[in-house]
């Protein structure tokens, strides 16, 4: 019996020795061989930059200059096998030596492919990878029985970010005999208003085009260049006392007004004009009606002549829209004027929005940096801030027309020269008008010598690519 007792007592000792092998092989399996892969995290860390430069007697050279290339995050899209910076490296980064940190799921080893062929060798971030051209990464799973590839590209800006490029598109003898003009972008569309020493006649062009110029049949009296203001795709023209409203082309008289002098600006919700007592009135419905505005200081400060207006959401809240207003007073009136008159009004969006009023910027004795009193000055919304050009100056100031631009990130209060400038060779002058499209490009249309040039910051037209897949932070 005893003997009996001793050999059940080894078979189950056996079973339980053989039971407890098999469970640390299989669970050794399962973390030593798993199939399982991927990339986890990619970031660069280190590359280099080669710029030009003028020396003191303007001999070009070149310099070296390290990039901290670690701050720019990398996108994974695992669906695609897609890995990429969305926000590109500067310009001048040298794309043949940079240095990679690369995380994978499970330790799997990674591979890079040779460029010209299929051909495969270990990477080792100590190496620099020339991506002057995507890369294909290849990652074996510690199994030896999968891999995943990766197809990695390195996004580098190919133009100097704050360089301004001008071109002229044509010269258009039609608004060679403007003597007043003004141009909005709308609904994919640039249309200038311009007077003729008559009437006020409208023409269109495509953004892509400013070759071709189709003339409207709309009828306008004299002062309805003067009296135009966009908002979205909706064009709004003060015309014979009437406010029309121009949507894809199509005309609708919305109101009509004996108490309007001009009209002067718009936000998402509301119109702007100064009535014929000289005060800023308001409109909520599209023109159909209008009431007294409220502003906070006296309405000889408000513009008379060359008023132009953006809008631009504040930057410390969404729910809320900056309006600004600029131009100048009158010249007999105020001769000794050095600088134009600039407004501001907050208009709120949310439900339980205030109304704020008309603010006048005044203007401190000691600032040196006020948007000078210029012909025709026009204000556009651009660079996250407010750029402002105009002709020669008027009255009292003694300013070069067309000298340099003004750029303001203050609301208006400062007005200081950027590094891009106007296009050299323009041949203006007061006479001309500018606007900001929808690719944010600067267009320029010049009368007398009907000279049409459009320009743009090379960043404000870059591109994001798409983020929406795994975000990769830095480690």
């Known amino acids: 019996m005893m003997k009996k007792y ?3 007592v080894g078979i189950l000792s056996l079973l339980f020795v053989f039971a407890a092998c098999m469970g640390d092989d299989e669970n050794s399996a399962t973390y030593y061989t798993t199939n399982d892969t991927g990339i986890t995290a990619f970031s660069l860390s280190a590359a280099n930059q080669y710029l030009h430069t003028t020396g003191s007697e303007g001999q070009d050279s070149i310099y070296k200059k390290t990039v901290t290339v670690s701050d720019y995050e990398f996108y994974i899209d695992q669906e695609n096998s897609q890995i990429y910076n969305p926000d590109s490296l ?7 030596h940079i240095l990679l940190s690369i995380s994978t799921k499970n ?10 062929n299929d051909s495969t060798f270990y990477y080792s971030s100590t190496d620099s990878i020339d991506f002057s051209s995507p890369r294909t990464f290849q990652i074996l799973s510690l199994s030896g029985s999968f891999y995943r590839n990766y197809t990695v590209k390195v996004n580098i800006h190919q133009q100097e970010g704050d360089d301004f490029n001008w071109h002229q598109l044509s010269t258009n003898n039609l608004f060679a005999n403007m003597q007043a003009m003004k141009a909005f972008a709308a609904g994919g569309n640039v249309y200038l208003f311009g007077f003729n020493g008559a009437q006020t006649q409208l023409y269109q062009t495509a953004e892509n085009d400013g070759q071709n110029w189709l003339a409207s049949n709309q009828l306008f009296d004299a002062n309805a260049y003067k009296n135009v203001v966009t908002r979205g795709d909706d064009v709004f023209v003060l015309n014979a006392g009437q406010i029309l409203r121009m949507n894809a082309g199509q005309w609708t008289v919305m109101g009509t007004s004996s108490e309007l002098k001009q009209l002067v600006a718009a936000s998402a919700t509301e119109l702007y004009a100064i009535g014929q007592d000289g005060s800023m009135m308001v409109s909520r419905n599209d023109g159909a009606s209008w009431t007294v505005d409220t502003q906070d200081e006296g309405k000889e400060l408000l513009p008379a002549d060359a008023v132009s207006f953006t809008s631009l959401p504040l930057k410390t809240n969404d729910d809320i829209d900056m309006v600004v207003m600029a131009g100048l007073r009158n010249e007999t009136a105020y001769p000794s004027d050095t600088i134009a008159v600039v407004w501001t009004k907050l208009v709120e969006y ?33 660079d996250n801030g407010l750029l402002a050009m105009g002709g020669s100056g008027v009255g009292a100031c003694t300013k070069k027309g067309f000298d340099s631009f003004y750029y303001s990130q203050d609301g208006g209060i400062t007005w200081k020269t950027p590094d891009y400038t106007l296009p050299t060779d323009m041949n203006s002058s007061n006479v001309f008008t500018a606007t900001v499209d929808s690719q944010n490009f600067i267009w320029i249309i010049c009368g007398q010598s009907g000279e049409i040039w ?5 960043r404000m037209g870059w591109t994001k690519e798409q983020n929406e897949f795994l975000k990769v932070r830095r480690k």
Do not use: C
């Open 350 to 382: 949310s439900d339980y929005h205030r109304e704020y009023p008309w603010t006048y910027v005044d203007i401190a004795d000691d600032n040196n940096y006020a948007l000078p009193r210029l012909a025709n000055v026009v204000i556009m919304n651009y």
């Open 107 to 116: 330790s799997g080893q990674i591979f890079l492919k040779n460029v010209a």
């Open 90 to 96: 500067p310009y001048g980064t040298d794309a043949k």
């Open 6 to 8: 001793i050999s059940w």
């Open 454 to 458: 459009r320009g743009r910051l090379n």
